[in-house]
């Protein structure tokens, strides 16, 4: 049987469980392979570290040097995080002849036009399934499965560590902050959880899933993004009163005059898939023009999902169908201009969910109607309620929580009237502005 | 650019809507093959009928023979139904050199060791996307994204007629034989919907993704089937009261001793995945002992989702992945023995749902529970309500339906109880049972 040699640059969490899947499951391996796929190297940077795989003798190095010199090893998981030097290393071994697996979902937003230049002009090939989403297989979806469609629509939910604290939130009613340690505790939050809470993270993979799906060159900076790091468990409260769940969503929609993108947390109605999506699952909707509407749903994150995909990208690369793809779609090049451009964040279209504290004033509604009146946004509901008695027994008159939800508007006219409306004497503090799905 | 000839035989509805794909979205299709999909010719048995595509001049034509002797046409969408003379021609095609694409999952699941064996013999290929599930690429999916996965049970609802017929019965009570005959008005089933209706088509499905996943070579008729033609309203109530929802579910269980397969009307517990698949949808649900679960939702049937498989197909083997697959993964190969047998049914473990006809004698519960005992089946929970009034305000007292759901027991003991039920003098009519997912 023939043989592929395989190295892994970097035996963290997800490192460590490639290991175990080739290192446990030869057989199995080699059956979906045709081939052995041989773990001939793995760099660490400190060989005294305990981990939780056990390398046979000559395997374990921290030496670079070891898979650059060694001609034998042809495909390399390369699974450190960062941008450096995960992308020295990355060009150093692309320009010693190997062919690159990757789950570095930030270096390929940020550097991913230049690693794939580079990778091209080389003969070599860059794998990169288990950089988004973790256990869905959505590049190759994308890539190859969808190939006959216009994909129109995609949204979902692309950060576990979000997803996970707002199902927290919204099933005990918690306050963000204590979900946050609750998540830290449990090992789905990093002690700086910022670029998964921020909207970062999700942006990162929505700049490389809309390049897949539409062509579209777009720095995941461009993308306008809120996190969930501001979220109040009254919205969640108020956004179930009225039907529907609060998540992460990142979408990005195909319109006759570009590309509508975003990260946000969206209102999205009960009982839809999207909704259904509890703690640190990933789910994408990806609707093509032929195909339809086709949903995904699996684990986003986490050792072996991730080490799944990194697998099964080491296997297409050994069989040589990652080179075939990789050659035919031309990802990132710079010959190619992007199919799509970005849309006026402006002219983004949708729904708004809004609540303010209003002060108890007659013609308080009237003057906020007005307000979204003359940016002629029109009311689809609102909820007012008595507030509830203080601890001492007495009636709370002011300020009184009101929310409403829109009809249709644009982002900068919703934007706008927010702004003025903060700006009316009855109205106290910010407003929260929130997307509601339609 | 490099061209790829193709042709189609068969211009039925899939057909028809490969042609569209491929004649209205060249520039699509070339972008995400690397070359020109140019189709040559499409093979119609009469050549006066009228069709929803338009074809260029010179393209149809009523003659294989212009495609068997053409040696241009590299790939062929064999989209014939039925098993003669589809099998014939696909044999000649690959005689003649041409690489297959087919949407034909009875001729696969009847003579595919033979199909495959050929095609190996002659170098060729053969793909089949289009063949399960339409829109959802459950194939690819489990042959190449999964990879690094041993899966452990794959369930899913695989017949979009039979799901569109149980969700109307669901959703407005209706009685099965009304709804069968709105689903033929819709166009959701055919003339005569033995084959759906019966879980024949689920069983093929079934049988062709149990080899993918778990290497297993069984024909669809050993496998254990029940369909929902016989479906009784009044349980689809029942289980609602108990909080589940009734779906056609396709199952294959990899135990220790063996693999378990069923296709059966199965109660789904409310607000899991499965249950809320609707109408024509169909679902997949796959558990890989490293990406965990993944959930996969689309269309399983219809003009355009299963012609964007049979596209990507195409596109597939133009650029030659599919014969790397192919050739890698050895579909049903006499060489290799089957990796996995299928468990004797008896064995096969679940719990079931009991609906009952009981006369209103004393302690007709206990002889019932008795029995029960008597094959170690343990009861969970039952439902008896009291009769309503006929309709002349007689309050009914005879016979009573009872339902019993039990805890888990094997097939063979649930079925011996059940028949030894239905010997008791107090039960009237058969048992109905059914099949309760964990």
């Given amino acids: 049987m023939n043989k592929t040699n395989v190295a ?66 042809t495909v390399v998981a390369q699974l450190i995080g960062g941008l450096e030097p995960a992308r020295t290393i990355m ?54 499965c969808l190939s006959a469609n216009q994909i129109t629509t995609l949204e979902g939910i692309l950060n576990g560590t979000s997803n996970f604290i707002v199902s927290q ?51 995941w900076s461009d993308i306008p993004r ?11 409260r108020y956004s179930s009163e009225l039907g529907y769940r609060i998540k992460l969503v990142a979408t990005a929609h195909q319109a006759d005059d570009g590309l509508e993108l975003s990260v946000a947390p969206t209102l999205v109605p009960l009982g839809t898939p999207l909704a259904e999506v509890r703690d640190a699952f990933n789910a994408i909707r990806v609707v093509g023009d032929a195909v339809g509407p086709v949903f995904y749903h699996g684990l986003g994150a986490g050792q072996m999902p991730t080490a799944s995909a990194v697998v099964a990208d080491l296997i297409d690369t050994a069989v040589g169908r990652t080179k075939i793809t990789f050659q035919t779609l031309a990802y990132f090049t710079s010959d190619h201009p992007a199919r799509t451009k970005q849309r006026d964040t402006d002219r983004l279209a949708g729904r708004y969910y809004l609540r303010l504290s209003v002060g108890n004033h007659p013609g308080a509604l009237a003057k906020i109607a007005d307000v979204l009146a003359q940016h002629e946004i029109s009311i689809s ?53 929130l997307r509601v799905k339609a």
Avoid at 11 to 39: E, I, N, Q
Avoid at 406 to 425: D, K, V
């Fill in 8 to 73: 892994i640059v970097g035996l963290g969490t997800v490192g460590s469980g490639v290991a175990k899947l080739l290192l446990d499951h030869g057989d199995r391996t080699a059956r979906h392979a045709g081939r052995t796929m041989w773990l001939k190297k793995a760099v660490v940077r400190d060989l005294n570290k305990p981990r939780d795989v056990e390398l046979p003798d000559g395997v374990a190095t921290d030496n670079l040097a070891d898979v650059l010199d060694d001609p034998d090893i």
């Fill in 226 to 236: 809120t996190g969930i790091d501001g979220l109040d468990p009254a919205d969640l």
């Fill in 381 to 433: 509901s609102v909820i007012q309620h008595e507030n509830q008695p203080d601890q001492a027994g007495q009636q709370q008159t002011d300020p009184v929580p009101l929310v409403i939800m829109t009809h249709e508007a644009g982002e900068g006219a919703a934007r706008r009237a927010t702004e003025q409306i903060e700006g009316l004497s009855i109205v106290q503090g910010p407003v929260v502005r």
């Fill in 91 to 144: 060009l150093q071994l692309m320009e010693a002849g190997k062919d690159i697996v990757t789950a570095n979902k930030a270096l390929l937003a940020e550097h991913g036009p230049e690693l794939f230049s580079k990778a091209r002009e080389l003969g070599r090939s860059i794998a990169f399934e288990a950089a988004v989403a973790g256990g869905i297989p959505i590049v190759a979806n994308i890539s190859q």
């Fill in 169 to 219: 939130m919204d099933r005990y009613g918690s306050a963000y902050d204590d979900v946050v340690r609750k998540a830290q505790e449990l090992g789905y939050a990093e002690a700086d959880p910022t670029m998964d809470v921020d909207g970062t993270d999700a942006a990162q993979k929505l700049a490389i899933l809309a390049h897949l799906a539409f062509g579209a060159t777009i720095h």
